[in-house]
Structures are given as structure tokens and as C-alpha cells.
């Protein structure tokens, strides 16, 4: 079935760096990925949709130039976290549209846990 | 008024036994219907995926969808504690691929 592998799991970061997560599908192409955040105990929260060889599409309030997303080829989309403060600590998750499209359902990452000190 | 609505319980049940898990949605538009599996610090794990009405069943897992009622249900049968985890539903329209997602529910399963 589809994959979709995520790194890092997991990263420590100081305040005011930059952090690079990476989301890629193993045996599909994928030109739709998405992009959401998760709060403990609370449900997914989409940021941003990304679509391969164009400009992602990001919900509302969510900052575009803070969460940078390049989903440069068929395989691979990233979420770079610019100047990360603490209160950006949180589960990061991707997703992808696998190649059958929605029929088959979304596959997701494994997710990746950001804390800011 | 949430689009989806999802009791986020926690719903505790002992082993063996019959698990119902439930979401409301108000937009009558939506026609894919999926239910997801979240352990915790990980991923959602997809279960089930229905589209339009109808039931759908895998192994202990069946899913309903009555679009009528605006209303999908997850059931577990033969509970065990390693189905103890949080149940995501999510649905999305023909239109747009995004989804809409329940609150998810927190599932115990006491051995």
C-alpha cells in the first residue's frame, strides 16, 4: 500500500532557529500532500495544502512566511519552520493523496514532535 | 455549530466487548467517510473508508454511513487492549480533497 515516510520523528530546537521536516511517499507520487498540526488531545488541524510544482495553499491564520512549504517533485514536500519560538512546539503530521486518488483513503506520516526551548 | 461533531469521551469498555464509536455532520454535501486510528505520538493509521451510504465491514471493524441521519458510526468487535487508542472520523465533499475532521474519540479497552 502507500507510504508516506516522515523525518524527524522527533526534534529539539532553540528559539530563533530554523527546522526542516520532511514528508516523503515511498512508492507513489504524490501531487497533492497536506500539511496539519496537532495540540495534545486535540484533533488535526490542517495548515496548508501543497501541490507538487506550485505555491502551497495556506488555511487561514496560518503564517506562510513562518511554515514554508516546497513540494519540489513528486515525492517529497517539506515544512521548514522559520525562527521557531516555543509556543510552535507541537505534533507536526503530513499527508498525501495517494495516486488512486481519495478512494483509497489519505495516507499519513508518522509525525514529527517539535519542541522549542 | 462544528461541521463534524465527535464525543471526545474518554469511552472505557472491557475487553470482549462491543465498541460504537459515532460522528454527527451537518453539511449533506460530503461523500467520502473515513475513520482513522491514532496511537498516541504517532500518525493516523486509516481503518475504514466509505464512500457515499452504506455499510462496509473488515475483520472486527464494520462502518456505517446513513447520510440520511447525516450520521457514521465505527464499530469494534471483540474488543482488546491494543485497540485502545483514539479514533479520528473525517469526510470530505466531491469538490475538495480536504478533510474535515471529528475531535476523535478516546477509546480505553480495560483487559
Known amino acids: 500500500g502507500a507510504v508516506v515516510s516522515q523525518h524527524p520523528s522527533w526534534v529539539i530546537c532553540k528559539s530563533g532557529t530554523s527546522v526542516k521536516i520532511e514528508c516523503r511517499s515511498l512508492?507513489?507520487?504524490?501531487?497533492?500532500m497536506f500539511w496539519y498540526r496537532q495540540f495534545p488531545k486535540k484533533s488535526l488541524m490542517l495548515m496548508a495544502t501543497?501541490?507538487?510544482?506550485?505555491?502551497?495553499?495556506?488555511e487561514q491564520g496560518v503564517e506562510k512566511d513562518k511554515f514554508l512549504i516546497n513540494h519540489a517533485s513528486l515525492t517529497l514536500s517539506t515544512l521548514t519552520v522559520t525562527s521557531a519560538h516555543p509556543e510552535d512546539s507541537s505534533f507536526y503530521i503530513c499527508s498525501a493523496l495517494p495516486p488512486l486518488g481519495r478512494e483509497m483513503g489519505y495516507t499519513f506520516g508518522s509525525g514529527t514532535r517539535l519542541t522549542v526551548v | 455549530q462544528k461541521e463534524v461533531e465527535q464525543d471526545p469521551g474518554p469511552l472505557s469498555v472491557p475487553e470482549g466487548a462491543i465498541v460504537s464509536l459515532n460522528c454527527t455532520y451537518s453539511?449533506?454535501?460530503?461523500?467520502?467517510f473515513m475513520w482513522y486510528r491514532q496511537y498516541s505520538r504517532k500518525g493516523p493509521e486509516l481503518l475504514m473508508y466509505t464512500y457515499s451510504s452504506g455499510n462496509k465491514e473488515d475483520g472486527r471493524f464494520t462502518a456505517q454511513v446513513d447520510k440520511s441521519s447525516k450520521y457514521i458510526s465505527l464499530f469494534i468487535r471483540d474488543s482488546q487492549p491494543s485497540d485502545s487508542a483514539t479514533y479520528l472520523c473525517?469526510?470530505?465533499?466531491?469538490?475538495?480533497?480536504?478533510?474535515?475532521w471529528g475531535a476523535g474519540t478516546k477509546l480505553i479497552i480495560k483487559p
Open positions: 512508492d507513489f507520487q504524490a501531487t497533492t
Open positions: 473525517a469526510m470530505s465533499d466531491a469538490s475538495n480533497y480536504q478533510l474535515i
Open positions: 453539511n449533506s454535501a460530503f461523500q467520502y
Open positions: 501543497s501541490n507538487e510544482g506550485s505555491k502551497a495553499t495556506y
